[in-house]
């Protein structure tokens, strides 16, 4: 990780007064990032990079003009500290064609957040954790998150496809996507043979249920460890039954609060 601290502060005493930008403009380099008090509105950003009808008429095939942030903000070997009173929002009205593939935050790998405040309205995920490197091993951390979702297009505010070595860490957070009987956080195993996901939870609060979902024909065992959290449901699910009828997930859960 690279040494350099970068600030973004909403009032102009940073080096950016933008989220969005200060990631586009230092997406490859290892750098730490601190985000000062202030509402940082997701779609106001990109209306101010890539123009003010940008959102409006964003599909995949504007790929090339939004370099992969068609998907939302990428996150990618990163530390983002969020200051207590810093506050993202993303109200997602974009055309239907996009809305599938949207989300808030698109985090790739190596990524340490701590400290998100993130509202995100008719979104995919409010964070799709889905996208990291396939054939090596990475970590994607969270702590004292506080993530609201609504109207969420997959009702996860959390969540997507673990890689073959993948490692996701999620500490005293706080998630709400307004729906009883749903996937607050949902994560589901890879397709690959011979993978060795894992998942940490700890210190939670998810308003609904927390999945791990088996997903692909291979056997390997996606291994999801959840301890003092509360949830309406803590459990293990086919993510497309009955095509993936394999139950590849090893689910350990202790000292948590299910209302069930």
């Avoid at 979702?149 to 997507?160: D, E, P, T, V």
Wanted: proline fraction near 2%; charge should be negative.
């Amino acid at each position: 990780m690279n040494n350099k601290l970068i600030i973004v502060d909403k009032n102009g005493k940073g080096d950016y007064t933008s989220f969005t930008r200060a990631i586009k403009e230092n997406l490859d380099n290892g750098i730490k990032i601190k985000v000062m008090p202030g509402i940082y509105d997701i779609i106001e950003e990109y209306e101010a990079i890539w123009g003010k009808n940008a959102v409006a008429t964003m599909s995949d095939k504007d790929a090339a003009i939004f370099q992969g942030f068609e998907y939302g903000i990428i996150l990618r070997n990163k530390k983002i500290d969020f200051m207590s009173g810093s506050h993202l929002i993303c109200n997602w009205h974009g055309p239907a064609d996009a809305t599938h593939r949207f989300s808030a935050l698109r985090v790739e790998y190596n990524c340490k957040i701590i400290g998100l405040d993130l509202e995100a309205t008719g979104t995919m995920y409010a964070i799709h954790d889905d996208y990291g490197l396939a054939a090596e091993p990475y970590t994607n951390e969270y702590r004292n998150c506080r993530v609201i979702g609504h109207a969420l297009w997959n009702a996860n505010c959390i969540g997507g496809g673990c890689q073959k070595y993948s490692r996701h860490i999620i500490d005293n957070c706080y998630f709400d996507n307004g729906f009883s009987n749903s996937g607050t956080v949902r994560y589901h195993n890879t397709f690959v043979e011979g993978a060795e996901p894992v998942i940490y939870v700890s210190n939670s609060y998810f308003n609904s249920q927390f999945m791990a979902r088996w997903y692909g024909p291979q056997t390997s065992k996606m291994r999801v460890y959840v301890n003092n959290c509360e949830a309406e449901a803590i459990c293990k699910t086919a993510e497309a039954a009955p095509v993936y009828n394999i139950d590849n997930v090893e689910l350990y859960k202790w000292n948590n609060n299910e209302r069930k």
